[in-house]
């Protein structure tokens, strides 16, 4: 008599910093939905934070969708370091391999759990793809960023190989890179955060990027958290030369799909913060004007100088809209120039770490100053809110090259922030809302000055998000692929 098979058991080991928490948890959350078992590992310093900061109920998991978590080799004097960042991933990758390992022996002995099947690394976790090859497992890897990035990220050893880096001196970075296969001409850069590292060239970051973007052809199968309607002409190139790349995204849409129709996907204990969660500000947002509030929120990572939050600040004083300012660091505001909070009291709010998604998606949002990490991105494109792009490391040049020069739902704020530009490009969104009668006046005059900036309006945008979803229910396309083919194959075994 034939047994029953075993359910197919992911593991999915995310990169410990937040940006990646969201999607890695959305994928998991969509395997689950799926029918698949899912472990999902944390670090034992986030697994710890995420308790602190939503109670240890959010990580109890449930039947079929466990947390486990395993230490990612830092010591505390490492951790408390100015380059926290770079000795982490390097922690992560020389030390992490060995607790996997028992961790998925000690999954595969424990009684009533699925025996593993599957690895699912993030980005920066390529240790995980070589441990899954060890075992005989299959694995997938996330890249919780663009296709542009990804395309970007696969040439940086052929731009080491042509000389365009080191660069000599800044000049160099405005050098226009047309040969990239799917990419507009692009800037050097525009192409990554790292090539902006004229001190360092070999910087550990730089290196570490570029080895992992080639270590993600050890996995079965690439998936991106991205559409290809959004990326087309570079996710057909990039396809050209890495055939399993596949697209999933936008991650947060396609589970917002599962909330509508699937019953078992309404409790959303998955959704996990590293800080505490502010929702405190949504009665001042009802308060406000449609889309009159500019959101400001440079992200997880961003460590602003006190020029720079003056200057922010003083641009938002001067540009007349409300303002929701997310300040990150426990809220600590000794950057804010002391007369400033009088200046603009009642028109300011300020938050911590808030409920970004929920806010984006508030009527009375308008434009989001941002530092184009990808998710915040996605978020504001999947709601419709126009961006100004403050780039700040890494992909998030790219993301704002696409976001202002391709997809034209941003304006482009310069490298060293100044409060004129700031309240200028803060304007143009709230002026074209007017333009199209969303606000309560319009100055005809104005309508030149938006000519440059193409913003697509709010519903127009949402059809990006609503697209998405559509093929998620029919047509062909990326989200077919997680649904039918995707699950499919890993429930059958067949991820080569
Ligand atoms: O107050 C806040 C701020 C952010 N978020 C959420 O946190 C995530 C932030 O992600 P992202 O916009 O990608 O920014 P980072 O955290 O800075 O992301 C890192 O990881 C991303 C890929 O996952 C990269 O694109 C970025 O460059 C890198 O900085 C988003 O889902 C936001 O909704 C909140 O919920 N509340």
Known sequence: MDMPRAKPHAVVVRYPCSGNINPALQLAKLLYLQGVYVTFVNTEHNHRRVEATEGAEALRGRDGFRFEAIPDGLSEVERGAHNYGLSLSMAVSQRCAAPLRELIARLNCTAGVPPVTCVVPTFMMSFALDVARELGLQSMALWGCSAG?????????????????????????????????????????????????????????????????????????????????????????????????????????????????????????????????????????????????????????????????????????????????????????????????????????????????????????????????????????????????????????????????????????????RREQVTHRVSIPGRWARAFGLGPSFAGSERAQLGSLKVLDRAELGKLDRYALGLARARPGPARWLVKVFFLRIKRGRID
């Open 149 to 417: 990035a990804l395309m970007g990220h696969m040439k940086l050893r052929e731009l080491r190989d042509k000389g365009y880096f080191p660069v000599k001196d800044e000049t160099e970075l405005e050098t226009i890179i047309d040969w990239i296969p799917g990419m507009p001409p692009i800037k050097l850069g525009d192409i990554s955060g790292f090539l902006r590292r004229t001190d360092d060239p070999d910087c550990f970051g730089l290196r570490f990027n570029e080895s992992e973007t080639s270590n993600l052809t050890k996995a079965g199968a690439v998936i991106l958290n991205t559409f290809d309607d959004l990326e087309a002409d570079v996710l057909s190139a990039l396809r050209a030369e890495y055939p399993h790349v596949y697209t999933v995204g936008p991650l947060g849409s396609l589970l917002r799909h599962h909330h509508v129709n699937d019953d078992a996907a309404t409790d959303d204990s998955t959704d996990l913060s590293l800080w505490k969660k502010d929702t405190e500000f949504v009665p001042w947002l009802d308060a406000q004007e449609p889309r009159s509030v500019v959101y400001v929120n440079f992200g997880s990572h961003a460590v602003l100088s006190p020029e720079q939050m003056a200057e922010f600040a003083w641009g938002l004083a001067a540009a007349g809209y409300p303002f929701l300012w997310a300040v990150r660091e426990g809220g600590d505001l000794t950057g804010l120039p002391s007369d400033f909070l009088s200046e603009v009291s009642g028109r300011c709010r300020l938050t911590t770490w808030c409920a970004q998604e929920q806010v984006l998606r508030h009527r009375a949002v308008g434009c989001f100053v941002t530092h184009n990490g990808w998710n915040s991105t996605c978020e504001s494109i999947a709601a419709g809110v126009p961006m100004v792009c403050w780039p700040g490391f890494a992909d998030q040049y790219t993301n704002s090259k696409y976001a202002c020069e391709v997809w034209r739902v941003g304006a482009r704020l310069d490298d060293e922030v």
